[in-house]
């Protein structure tokens, strides 16, 4: 089958950017796990050309645990690589390639360890998951779990391998992603009274999102193990108008919520509904057309994981006892754990700073330590 190092070196040719088909690398990867042994099945994605895999070794029973990554890696679109994005090129202990660290070269790292698990008799099962499309909002994934889910899946945890330097993050906080769309009431410019602005409706709403940001600053949940310690908003992208000489009578605002488990999402929600029906109604009293909706695009859960938890005292001791954080960035670890029910942890090789930039790379020797952590997880649970 290879190395750790070799294996990758054949994920990273597969462009698998969320936008584009991962079957290629699903069926590269089926073939190598079902030739050391696996019981493999293909699950098809939510749309033509994707796919996710679960392979299966070991005996057919629930407990032993779950490794999961995701398939699909972010654009290289308009970054300045040093090598070929879609070639792994090593330069001294360096592998540089799109998804090098987030995250094929853990995949890899689990193909390496299915020759490994070819050669012995498990007690316990060892679950292989692969899914498609986490990096748009971890679209891809939960077809695959809803198909375990009435299968009556189950296993004692689930370690998600994404980038964090082989530590152990038992939470992350929960994302909503949506749309701020305001909708106003165009006119000409020379007699802007005469219309309802969309953009001005748009710039209250950023007031208002500013507001509940303090307020959860001062009020809201708060947890220490963050970097950031409250939830937070941010509006990321705003369009609106068509030309200078009209009144706009659209505007949307792309924003998003990252929320702690002690606060309620669907209130922030609310409140900010709350806003726009002020900020429209204000409009429609003086004869205007106007109004201002709140579109939730995409979500996913947070996970809070406790860190006396079998699985999350497994993946500690497999790190040598590693510090266990949590992490600023999300992942699928929650969905395993409203879908399945299983506790979950984040751990994997090499650095979430890596990740989504030009010339992201991981190290050899992360891989090595990989493999020697997978090993042992191996060793303690199956």
């Known amino acids: 089958m290879g190395s750790t190092a070799g294996i990758l070196s054949k994920l990273v040719t597969f462009k698998t950017v969320s936008r584009d088909s991962n079957d290629e690398m699903i069926g590269l990867i089926a073939g190598l796990l079902g030739a050391a042994g696996a019981r493999v099945r293909v699950l098809?994605?939510?749309?033509?050309?994707?796919?996710?895999?679960?392979?299966?070794?070991?005996?057919?029973?629930?407990?032993?645990?779950?490794?999961?990554?995701?398939?699909?890696?972010?654009?290289?679109?308009?970054?300045?690589?040093?090598?070929?994005?879609?070639?792994?090129?090593?330069?001294?202990?360096?592998?540089?390639?799109?998804?090098?660290?987030?995250?094929?070269?853990?995949?890899?790292?689990?193909?390496?360890?299915?020759?490994?698990?070819?050669?012995?008799?498990?007690?316990?099962?060892?679950?292989?998951?692969?899914?498609?499309?986490?990096?748009?909002?971890?679209?891809?994934?939960?077809?695959?779990?809803?198909?375990?889910?009435?299968?009556?899946?189950?296993?004692?945890?689930?370690?998600?391998?994404?980038?964090?330097?082989?530590?152990?993050?038992?939470?992350?906080?929960?994302?909503?992603?949506?749309?701020?769309?305001?909708?106003?009431?165009?006119?000409?410019?020379?007699?802007?009274?005469?219309?309802?602005?969309?953009?001005?409706?748009?710039?209250?709403?950023?007031?208002?999102?500013?507001?509940?940001?303090?307020?959860?600053?001062?009020?809201?949940?708060?947890?220490?193990?963050?970097?950031?310690?409250?939830?937070?908003?941010?509006?990321?992208?705003?369009?609106?108008?068509?030309?200078?000489?009209?009144?706009?009578?659209?505007?949307?605002?792309?924003?998003?919520?990252?929320?702690?488990p002690g606060d309620n999402p669907a209130g922030l929600l609310d409140r900010l509904r709350a806003a726009g029906a002020g900020l429209a109604g204000a409009e429609i009293a003086r004869g205007r057309t106007a109004s201002v909706e709140i579109v939730e695009e995409n979500s996913y859960p947070g996970v809070d994981t406790q860190a006396d938890s079998a699985i999350a005292v497994l993946t500690s001791a497999a790190c040598g006892n590693a510090s266990i954080f949590k992490a600023s960035f999300g992942s699928e670890a929650g969905l395993f754990t409203e879908t399945l029910g299983l506790d979950a942890v984040v751990c994997g090789p090499g650095s979430i700073d890596r990740a989504h930039k030009p010339d992201e790379f991981i190290t050899v020797a992360e891989l090595d330590a990989c493999d020697a952590f997978l090993d042992r997880i191996v060793e303690a649970v199956c």
């Open 44 to 260: 098809p994605g939510i749309m033509a050309g994707k796919a996710n895999l679960l392979a299966s070794f070991g005996p057919q029973s629930s407990g032993g645990v779950v490794l999961s990554g995701h398939s699909d890696v972010v654009p290289v679109d308009g970054q300045d690589w040093a090598s070929d994005p879609f070639t792994l090129t090593a330069r001294e202990d360096r592998l540089y390639g799109r998804g090098a660290s987030d995250m094929k070269g853990f995949i890899a790292a689990t193909i390496s360890l299915g020759a490994r698990l070819q050669r012995r008799a498990l007690r316990q099962p060892v679950h292989i998951a692969i899914s498609h499309d986490e990096e748009t909002g971890c679209i891809g994934v939960r077809s695959m779990l809803a198909t375990l889910a009435t299968e009556g899946f189950a296993a004692r945890g689930c370690i998600i391998g994404e980038p964090t330097g082989l530590r152990v993050a038992t939470g992350h906080k929960g994302k909503i992603a949506g749309c701020i769309c305001c909708r106003g009431q165009a006119a000409h410019s020379a007699n802007p009274a005469l219309g309802s602005n969309a953009i001005f409706l748009a710039a209250g709403m950023v007031g208002e999102i500013r507001a509940l940001q303090e307020w959860l600053k001062a009020h809201g949940a708060h947890d220490a193990a963050y970097a950031v310690p409250y939830s937070t908003l941010h509006v990321g992208t705003i369009a609106g108008g068509t030309a200078l000489n009209i009144v706009p009578e659209a505007c949307d605002m792309a924003f998003e919520i990252r929320f702690l």
